[in-house]
């Protein structure tokens, strides 16, 4: 997995200047405010020159300090508490301006989700998930509703879906004890990440199961786990994450490994279709 920009602070300690150690220890001891103080704020909280933080954040590599404070912000979304959250967006108390920067931010998310996934990945587990004899699919908390979405779809396609009960640590291990390597799991996980998923995919992982996992970043707990991982972006709105992006690549996934059994979706949805007409279920 890759270091994340907290791990180099921790392990480069030692190398820094005095004033650099300065800004580390304001850092890690309060990143939440890190990822919003601009850089002559950050200086002033600290006592130090404004030159002195962004010559840190180009010490590390970074272009300026605004890039540092993005890549710091995507490694610290998953250990933000909900009143963090809140007050990092806390500025934003125009319902307009908080509307236009949702949206905007959501419009954001599944550009870089495009230009970040692997369509080897993508392409690799449709055929996964088409050749195994058993879907497992799983996701909780906010993740919960990715995986009943796609569940939904899916098991309109196969017959061989299962939707994993996460409401218990034993469930989800009764549910999954069976898996083997000609089953797949598609594991969803967004910040925060949940022990849970990351103990049920070490399960699966033991077992010889096929994992794909539906993540954010490669400093996801459950990339290193996956077999295929496909990443789409999430993005912090105050105490919630948005989940917009994610939602599109379940979408494309769920089309993608259908659009391979097209034939057969057709006979179902057909048969489907005269058993709604017959019963009067849609208006």
């Known amino acids: 997995m890759e270091v994340t920009v907290l791990e180099r602070i921790k392990n480069e300690y030692d190398d820094f200047s005095k004033s650099h150690k300065r800004v580390a220890d304001f850092i890690l001891s309060n990143y ?3 990822t919003t103080y601009t850089a002559a704020k950050f200086g002033a909280e600290t006592g130090i020159s404004e030159s002195t933080v962004v010559r840190f954040a180009t010490y590390l590599g970074y272009e300026g300090f605004p890039e540092f404070q993005a890549d710091l912000r995507e490694c610290i979304k998953g250990k933000l508490t909900s009143m963090q959250r809140i007050k990092i967006s806390q500025n934003d108390d125009n319902q307009k301006n908080i509307l ?6 959501d419009i954001q998310s599944i550009k870089a989700t495009r230009d970040i996934i692997s369509i080897e990945d993508f392409e690799t587990s449709c055929n996964a998930i088409n050749n195994a004899e058993k879907i497992y699919i799983l996701g909780v908390r906010s993740s919960a509703p990715l995986a009943n979405f796609m569940y939904h779809y899916f098991h309109l396609v196969y017959d061989n879906v299962v939707l994993i009960d996460s409401s218990s640590s034993s469930s989800m291990f ?3 004890y069976r898996i083997d390597s000609k089953s797949v799991l598609i594991a969803v996980s967004f910040p925060r990440y ?4 990351v103990k049920a995919l070490q ?3 033991d077992k010889g199961g096929i994992i794909i996992g539906i993540t954010d970043s490669n400093k996801s707990p459950i990339a290193d786990l996956s077999d295929y991982v496909l990443y789409a972006k999430s993005s912090m709105a105050s105490f919630m994450d948005s989940l917009v992006a994610p939602m599109s690549l379940i979408n494309a996934l769920i089309v993608a490994s259908a659009h391979a059994k097209k034939n057969e979706v057709i006979s179902r949805f057909e048969e489907l279709e005269r058993a709604w007409d017959k019963y009067d279920v849609y208006f």
């Open 100 to 105: 236009d920067k949702i949206l905007n931010s």
């Open 174 to 176: 009764e549910e999954l």
């Open 32 to 34: 939440e405010k890190a």
């Open 194 to 197: 949940s022990r849970q998923v």
């Open 203 to 205: 399960f699966v992982h």
